[in-house]
């Protein structure tokens, strides 16, 4: 670390914090930046102090520094030249004023686009989509490892709670090496954490990484790297954050009572003991080219082999896809038994491996106690994303769905059967009552986390939340009624509903076509009810059609699918994927009743999945209406 040759005090200073928004309206830049009048820097040149004596600020630096705490900081930078640059965040730049610090990132508001927060975080730089599909889900959820695994919620310290509310992302932080060992990081950043732009809801994340000036992170060793990363978390631990889990990630809350600011260090945990730097997603790509010259040869031959079995365009001549992988494993386990259980320099074993790379035979294969012995590597975490095979192959299925459909915006495919396959045979290897291969298959085929999703995917949740919010619709139409009874009153503004009912329909449509639509939205409140059914369309035309009410609805040409799209809209724009109001009430509800049925139920994945319950029922993937509101809009325009 280079010798202060500047004095830092913070009377000289100042800090400006500027937000821009980006072409995502949920995303923006936040930029912090310390800045010096040059006149200042000039008279205390190479740390000479002319006139005036060492303020508070300056001795609290040098306290730090002889406390061996060092500004050791996160930046991606190529060096320091670019302190100075023309500023892009304002149309003029203060030749008065030299910045000697600097804070960058993003600023992002999930609510604004729960349903594209993947695709959102994707596009600004690849460190925000690696913290995105690591502790978050396809709706900027935290993923539920880190809330119900006593293994991946490392202290607990952080929970459900980081689902919500906004998150400032740090990318870069910088101090001009002058300037360093003063305290000026620990103060920039504290004027960040004190901003107007974190409040007590709201949480700043970031990545411990290298400065600067030590070089890209490939030209250290492994020793000089933990190093680094040992004295950068130190530096932010000093600064009040924590570590989200058992990952990489540190976190800090806005709220002075959560309980990650009132964690000791002492108390936090480490990070998985391989993942300490680097890369963990490229270093699965090594899994091949760490086989060594041949797969009987070492170091990890059956690693390369059970990978090169499980590609698609592998050429089907190259050992072993000339011989079964289960001949393979018996052959190279013949001559070296012990290399079943061999871990790879990530920290993998083969049954990790084949796992992860959905290779059924290669995992029947590994679970053969005639291989294995009284050895077992199904609760092996001591790798680099600290997961057990079983964990590798359900997290890797996940991970793919979320990219599928978060990402790319394609509709949700049924989960790979090879990959539900291993994860079967390791359920059971493990002792768990999973029934036959075929039910297992079809009950997590959608990717339930509950065990309990009708056919795969309508969760107990999800089921709860609709049949609510059918109902209280139809209690709602029940006003409207009354209210269209009144004389002179025709408004179809004042029926419930009416805006998924297109224009056509409506311009004619009677008080009989009213109650039909109510009668409609009623069957498939009775369809909701029924647990060992979905609510799929043919289910509720069937109970339609024992109403006499619902004819005239009918006959007018209403479809059910109209009051389906509208109790899905009504309950998705009420869910934590919109306003939040229906969860806020139930929140309300359940802190004044004790058993209530809603804690009672189990949290899926699916538990917001509106997307992939829309498809299974039959529904159209985009939206419908709300036609009144765009018809009112055609007219003012018109006008």
């Known amino acids: 670390m280079p010798e202060p040759t500047a004095i830092f005090r913070p009377d000289d200073c100042e800090v400006t914090i500027k937000v821009r928004p980006t072409h995502d309206s949920s995303i923006a830049d936040i930029s912090l930046r310390v800045t010096l009048r040059r006149s200042d ?20 630096g040098k306290d730090e520094e002889e406390d ?32 000697i610090a600097r804070i960058t990132g993003f600023k992002i508001q999930r609510a604004m686009h729960r349903d594209e927060f993947l695709s959102s975080m994707e596009e600004p730089t690849q460190e925000m989509h690696d913290v995105a599909t690591t502790l978050f889900d396809l709706h900027g959820m935290l993923k539920p490892e880190f809330v119900q695994s ?78 680094l990363f040992k004295k950068t978390t130190a530096f932010f631990y000093k600064n009040g954050f924590r570590r989200i889990g058992r990952t990489v990630y540190l976190g800090y809350s806005g709220d002075p009572k959560h309980p990650s600011r009132q964690l000791a260090v002492a108390d936090d945990v480490p990070t998985n003991a391989y993942n300490t730097y680097g890369n963990a997603e490229e270093s699965r790509l090594n899994i091949v080219a760490e086989g060594g010259g041949g797969l009987g040869n070492p170091p990890f031959p059956l690693h390369r082999g059970i990978a090169l079995a499980s590609l698609k365009d592998a050429n089907p001549s190259q ?88 990402v790319f915006s394609w509709d949700q495919q049924p989960y790979p059967e090879n990959g539900l396959r291993c994860a079967y045979m390791l359920r059971k290897a493990m002792g768990e009552a999973v029934g036959t291969a075929e039910a297992y298959l079809k009950l997590k085929q959608w990717g339930c986390t509950c065990g309990q999703c009708t056919d795969g ?54 008080e009989a076509f009213h109650q039909g639509f109510r009668a409609v939205i009623y069957s498939i409140a009775l369809a909701l009810r029924m647990p060992d059914a979905s609510p799929s369309k043919a289910l509720v035309q069937a109970w339609a059609a024992q109403d006499a009410a619902t004819k005239p609805y009918f006959r007018q040409g209403g479809l059910v699918d109209y009051a389906m799209d509208y109790i899905f809209n009504y309950a998705q724009d009420q869910s934590l994927l919109g306003d939040c109001d229906w969860d806020d009430t139930m929140a309300e509800v359940v802190a004044d009743c004790e058993n209530h049925e809603w804690t009672t139920l189990p949290v899926c994945q699916n538990d917001l999945n509106f ?29």
């Not at 000339?322 to 871990?343: C, G, L, N």
């Open 457 to 510: 995917w309508f969760s107990p949740r999800l089921r709860y939340r609709m049949h609510n919010q059918a109902e209280m619709i139809w209690d709602l139409m029940e006003m409207d009624e009354y209210i269209r009874s009144l004389p002179g009153c025709q408004d179809h503004v004042l029926s419930t509903g009416v805006d998924c009912i297109p224009p056509h329909l409506l311009s004619r449509a009677d």
């Open 150 to 227: 006593e293994w991946h919620k490392g202290s607990g310290c952080f929970g459900s709670e980081l689902s919500h509310g906004t998150i400032i992302y740090v990318e870069d932080m910088h101090v001009k090496p002058e300037y360093r060992t003063q305290g000026l990081g620990s103060w920039a950043m504290q004027r960040l954490l004190a901003s107007e732009h974190l409040n007590e809801y709201g949480f700043v994340i970031l990545l411990p990484g290298r400065t600067c000036d030590q070089g890209p992170e490939a030209k250290l060793s492994k020793a000089q790297c933990d190093d």
């Open 319 to 406: 050992p072993p896809l000339s011989q079964p992988i289960d001949a393979f494993i018996a052959f190279v386990h013949a001559r070296k038994p012990a290399i079943i259980h061999r871990q790879d320099s990530d920290g993998l074993t083969p049954l990790h491996v084949a796992a992860r790379v959905m290779n059924p035979l290669a995992v029947a294969t590994l679970l053969d106690l005639a291989f294995t012995g009284a050895e077992s590597d199904l609760d092996r975490r001591d790798n680099v994303d600290g997961l057990t095979p079983l964990e590798a192959v359900e997290f890797e299925m996940r991970k793919q769905m979320e990219h599928q459909v978060g």
């Open 611 to 639: 997307r992939l319950a829309r498809a299974r029922i039959g529904l159209r993937k985009a939206r419908p209406g709300p036609y009144f509101v765009r018809t009112v809009l055609q007219d003012e325009d018109s006008d």
């Open 68 to 99: 061996g705490d060092e500004d050791m900081l996160n930046d991606d930078s190529d060096g320091d030249e670019d302190m100075e640059d023309e500023d892009e965040w304002t149309d003029e730049e203060s030749t008065t004023e030299e910045v």
């Open 41 to 60: 820097a000039r008279s205390r040149a190479s740390g000479v102090d002319k006139g005036r004596g060492a303020s508070d600020g300056e001795r609290a």
